[in-house]
């Protein structure tokens, strides 16, 4: 089984500070690793995702993440935030290979951008 | 197409009625999901189709729970018995086997 680990529940942050959303994962077998962002009342939308090859990955609105194999971590940054980035992100993983890709999720990180 | 769709977006229902919910997938995906959302928390995942079979379902799925995608297009999720602990965001997600997940606005549930 998989199991994911957001450190931080809530990480506040001024505009225009740069910011590090942390996710920890664990898992026996090779995994694909994602990250969501959830608005309000809203369904998740996909910021960005690791499946192979280079290990930093660049995604939507200025946000990329690193995928480090022997920390087992894919932590989320943006060098400059913006009161529109305040949300909820969500880190997930989908084993590899298995025709499902059901997505095991981290209990999310509230990013609160503030004036 | 405008993305995977979700009916209705909120339901409040009195304790022991049943419901049912609909998602309409992004037409070409063949695979679809449902998760469930507490307040507070990561969605969890409870059922998966390819096509029209359902072919793995969570713990979290109890008997009082039902989906069916009965022409492999959309899917419905039904809950009997409703039961306030139902009270959450139920998701719905699609994708072929070369794309990532896209989920829909969800269906918040309010059970009173």
């Known amino acids: 089984a998989q199991s994911v680990t957001q450190l931080d529940s809530q990480v506040p942050v001024f505009e225009e500070a740069p910011v590090e959303l942390r996710c920890n994962y664990s898992?026996?077998?090779?995994?694909?690793l994602f990250w969501y962002v959830q608005y309000p009342n809203q369904g998740l939308q996909l910021l960005l995702k690791?499946?192979?090859?280079?290990?930093l990955v660049k995604g939507i609105n200025g946000f990329e993440a690193e995928f480090n194999k022997s920390q087992t971590s894919f932590h989320l940054r943006k060098p400059s935030v913006h009161i529109s980035d305040t949300a909820e992100y969500f880190c997930a993983v989908s084993v590899r290979d298995n025709a499902g890709n059901m997505l095991t999720f981290g209990g999310g990180t509230r990013l609160m951008v503030k004036p | 197409d405008t993305g995977v769709s979700q009916d209705p977006r909120h339901k409040i229902t009195k304790r022991g009625q049943n419901v049912t919910f609909r998602c309409d997938p992004i037409?070409?995906?063949?695979?679809l999901y449902w998760y469930r959302q507490t307040l507070g928390q990561g969605p969890e995942f409870l059922t998966y189709f390819q096509n029209e079979a359902q072919l793995e379902k969570s713990r979290l799925l109890s008997d009082r729970f039902s989906a069916e995608r009965p022409k492999g297009s959309f899917s419905t999720l039904e809950i009997q018995r409703t039961e306030q602990g139902d009270s959450a965001m139920y998701l719905c997600?699609?994708?072929?086997?070369?794309?990532?997940?896209?989920f829909g606005q969800g269906t918040r549930l309010t059970v009173v």
């Open positions: 898992s026996s077998v090779s995994v694909y």
């Open positions: 690791y499946l192979s090859g280079s290990t």
């Open positions: 037409s070409e995906h063949n695979r």
């Open positions: 997600a699609s994708n072929d086997r070369n794309t990532e997940a896209f």
